[in-house]
């Protein structure tokens, strides 16, 4: 069956604009996590989504927010963008709580 | 105090020796533990997942836990080239639908 899939997969905005990423999980997957992975941090937590429901938040300012439509799919929107946003953004989908598959994930790049 | 401590590497180990990789948790109630492998500008691929004490066995890949010393480690038998890679350590928070990552083991292998 088709894996969690992410669009854009590359993104290049400009420092103040917003940019928003889209995620569509395994079918059957209700809960959808997002995450930012940069060289310094690592892996980190932003939200976590289960039937369109926000569960959970990772320690990231209010420019980050996310979403879930009714069909599971979920986006995740940065407002106000900043040089340090730039990153992998990675989607995740899990049954409920179980095990998690990552999307490719998008690269944004903030200039 | 991190929440999930990884050695950082890197980890050099010779084709068809074993390789092992550890990671620590700091949170008690965790009820969930997984392995990822990145490779270069890939996202995590899950390849171990593990919910009780004891040891898991799927293929060249063996993950070990145990609760008591807050210990999750992943052994990887008759290593390979392609085994070359990042391994990330998540842990599921308990109650919190997020996953915690450690900052990841590079591995190399050597022919």
């Known amino acids: 069956k088709a894996g969690v899939t992410q669009t854009p997969r590359y993104l290049i905005k400009t420092r103040g604009q917003q940019v928003t990423l889209s995620c569509s999980p395994i079918?059957?997957?209700?809960?959808v996590s997002w995450y930012q992975q940069t060289p310094g941090q690592g892996l980190q937590f932003l939200f976590e989504y289960f039937s369109e429901t926000q569960r959970n938040k990772g320690n990231f300012p209010g420019r980050f927010s996310g979403r879930q439509f009714s069909n599971s799919r979920s986006e995740m929107n940065v407002s106000t963008l900043e040089l340090g946003d730039s990153a992998l953004y990675l989607c995740?989908?899990?049954?409920?709580?179980?095990?998690?598959?990552f999307g490719q994930g998008t690269r944004l790049t903030v200039v | 105090q991190k929440e999930v401590e990884q050695n950082s590497g890197p980890l050099s180990v010779p084709e068809g020796a074993i390789a092992s990789l550890n990671c620590t948790y700091s949170d008690r109630g965790s009820q969930s533990f997984f392995w990822y492998r990145q490779y270069s500008g890939k996202s995590p691929e899950l390849i171990m997942f593990i919910y009780s004490n004891g040891d898991k066995e799927d293929g060249r890949f063996t993950a070990q836990l145990n609760k008591a010393s807050q210990y999750v480690s992943l052994l990887i038998r008759d290593s390979q080239p392609s085994d070359s890679a990042t391994y990330l350590c998540a842990v599921n928070i308990q109650g919190a639908q997020k996953l915690v990552f450690g900052q990841g083991t590079r591995l190399t292998i050597n022919p």
């Open positions: 079918s059957g997957h209700r809960s």
């Open positions: 995740a989908s899990s049954f409920d709580n179980t095990e998690a598959f």
